[in-house]
């Protein structure tokens, strides 16, 4: 008997796996590429018995694959393409990294692997703590994939974001006194109470200013915050999770867009800008700024972030620069700025939306 039968049996399943497809001819070229890295996977770093299960096999493989041996941002580039399934594109919009570098660091990464004789298994309890970092980012940015598609049709994949925010419980019921993993089963939770209302009855896109709050899902809201003030209650200060589900929170508790508490949501960016400094984070208080200070105010703030270069592929900084440009009655602007974030942004349903806003007319009227 092998000394773990359950990770003998899923190292022979795959193995026979590929055999299987190698053998079919009628195979699109992304599953053949799958099959590719897949098989790699297999060659590069065989599976390890000896680690004990973690109560789910693709939460398993995260964690896994998360190896501190590896750099933070191979670890989360690697299970994001070998674990998660995304493609490259979907990992690069992801990190906010360009294609070639994704592609790059996937080679270093599974080169790293075989050279070093890293082991690809799943850690033993005590370590779990050492790798939940990387495993929190992996989770969530599979959850934003599903919450906003990186390409397609649809504004979402309600079966992605459903799969993320499964691991993200099974997660919790693993380290049920820990705070981030609490807190972002509470994010995820939140920002999926809202997906109804997110497009119309056509697909079309819908602000969230403008949704019908009638839609909302407030039996999870209400789960969401109380994961929320479960997780404020076991760390302080606050985590960038617990943060990020507190502004989440108070836009899902608002009866109407109107009594958002924007001030209380600012001061919270405050904090997030300290506790996990980004530029999408500045962008999002920026937002926040317009709603608490005027659209001068957030569009000197977004400005700074466009001159700064980071985010200059990023559809959601043109997009609100052009409302920004909007609210100030410079349309000619705001046209432009539009037209910009229309042709950066990934799904139809973004795309479209951008795009008729950019019409001539359209972005003073708005």
């Known amino acids: 008997m092998p000394r773990n039968p ?30 590719r890295t897949l098989e790699e996977a ?8 000896s680690g004990p299960p973690i109560p789910d096999e693709r939460l398993g493989l995260i964690f896994a694959c998360c190896h501190p041996s590896l750099a933070r941002e191979a670890q989360v580039t690697l299970t994001l393409r070998l674990v998660a399934g995304l493609t490259v594109p979907e990992v690069s919009r992801a990190l906010l990294t360009p294609p070639a570098t994704i592609a790059q660091r996937l080679v270093r990464a599974k080169r790293k692997i075989r ?14 703590p050492d790798r939940i970092d990387a495993v929190l980012t992996v989770l969530y940015l599979i959850y934003t994939e599903g919450h906003t598609a990186t390409g397609g049709d649809g504004l979402r994949r309600d ?43 056509d697909g079309a896109l819908v602000l969230l200013g403008d949704q019908d709050r009638g839609l909302w899902d407030r039996e999870a809201i209400g789960r969401g915050t ?12 606050p985590g960038r999770y617990a943060l990020e589900a507190a502004i989440a929170a108070l836009h899902a508790e608002a009866p109407a867009a109107a009594d958002t508490d924007w001030p209380q949501i600012l001061a ?14 500045d962008l999002n ?25 980071r985010l200059g592929g990023y559809a959601p900084l043109h997009a609100a620069r052009a409302d920004l440009l909007r609210r100030l009655g410079r349309a000619g602007e705001a046209t432009e700025a539009y037209a910009l974030a229309a042709g950066l942004a990934g799904n139809a ?18």
């Open 159 to 201: 079966d992605v974001a459903e799969e993320a925010i499964r691991l993200a419980e099974v997660l919790h019921g693993l380290m049920p006194d820990e705070a981030e993993p609490t807190a972002l089963l509470a994010l995820m939770t939140l920002h999926h109470a809202r997906r109804a209302a997110r497009t119309g009855a």
């Open 42 to 49: 297999a060659i590069d770093s065989p599976f390890d018995e």
């Open 285 to 309: 208080r920026a937002v926040a700024l317009g709603e608490v200070a005027g659209p001068q105010a957030a569009l000197d703030a977004v400005d700074a972030l466009v001159a700064d270069g």
């Open 6 to 35: 359950a990770a003998w049996l899923i190292t022979t399943a795959r193995n026979r796996a590929i055999d299987r497809l190698r053998s079919e001819r009628s195979r699109s070229a992304s599953e053949i590429a799958r099959l």
């Open 226 to 237: 109380a994961l929320v003030e479960r997780s404020l209650r076991m760390r302080r200060p």
């Open 115 to 128: 050279d070093a004789a890293i082991p690809i298994a799943e850690p033993p309890p005590e370590h779990l």
């Open 349 to 366: 349903a973004e795309r479209d939306f951008l795009a008729g806003r950019a019409q001539p007319g359209s972005a003073g009227t708005a």
């Open 268 to 281: 919270i960016y405050d904090e997030l800008r300290r506790a996990a400094p980004s530029p999408v984070v």
